[in-house]
T-cell receptor, first 114, second 111 residues
Framework: DAGVTQSPTHLIKTRGQQVTLRCSPK?????VSWYQQALGQGPQFIFQ???????QRGNFPDRFSGHQFPNYSSELNVNALLLGDSALYLC?????????????FGDGTRLSIL | DAKTTQPNSMESNEEEPVHLPCNHS???????IHWYRQLPSQGPEYVIH???SNVNNRMASLAIAEDRKSSTLILHRATLRDAAVYYC????????????FGTGTSLTVIP
């Protein structure tokens, strides 16, 4: 039973570019959340997708957007990249947007901005 | 989002019990207490969660104070593989499934 998978594992971009990160949730999970983790910090919540809609959003600018597909997989898009966007981006899945079941995390995509 | 306070770092000897504290004085009645840990170069991993009563699973035990303003994660016998950053998180089931992480406690296990 595959867990949460993310691609790519590493990515290097330059300022001003756009990036798309991908996430496949754990089998049986329909809710996907995205987090940004700067070096030495805890993960920061970006947003959550359920039933192909953004349900919750953290304190991130509109440059951060996402999408969820009918198979529950999800993408995170970041436009006009800044140096400060360099971080580990984590995807987590869970069964149901309001379930108290634990979230399962992928190992993340390491994004470096030059 | 309610806040949690944890020590930045702790050390433990291998095969000894470890008690990781967490203060959450602003906890509300519907907040669940979750613990996750993150090993180097990996995503966070679920450890345990509870609401009011103490909880046990194969990984750890969670002791919740009677007033719920603090909790303690207990690893019964620390191993080298338990070296990680441990996060104590409050989640309000009524507002959705996202988590608000702090900076966590970095646990070092000494052989």
């Amino acid at each position: 039973d595959a867990g949460v998978t993310q691609s790519p594992t590493h990515l290097i971009k330059t300022r001003g570019q756009q990036v798309t990160l991908r996430c496949s949730p754990k089998s049986g999970h329909d809710t996907v959340s995205w987090y940004q983790q700067a070096l030495g910090q805890g993960p920061q919540f970006i947003f959550q997708y359920y039933e192909e809609e953004e349900r919750q959003r953290g304190n991130f600018p509109d440059r951060f957007s996402g999408h969820q597909f009918p198979n529950y997989s999800s993408e995170l898009n970041v436009n006009a990249l800044l140096l400060g966007d360099s971080a580990l981006y984590l995807c987590a899945s869970s069964p149901g947007a309001r379930s108290n079941q634990p979230q399962h995390f992928g190992d993340g995509t390491r994004l470096s901005i030059l | 989002d309610a806040k949690t306070t944890q020590p930045n770092s702790m050390e433990s000897n291998e095969e000894e019990p470890v008690h990781l504290p967490c203060n959450h004085s602003t906890i509300s009645g519907t907040d669940y207490i979750h613990w996750y840990r993150q090993l180097p170069s990996q995503g966070p991993e679920y450890v345990i969660h509870g609401l009011t009563s103490n909880v046990n699973n194969r990984m750890a035990s969670l002791a919740i104070a009677e007033d719920r303003k603090s909790s303690t994660l207990i690893l019964h016998r620390a191993t080298l593989r338990d070296a990680a950053v441990y996060y104590c998180i409050l989640r309000d089931q009524g507002t959705g499934n996202q988590f608000y992480f702090g900076t966590g406690t970095s646990l070092t296990v000494i052989p």
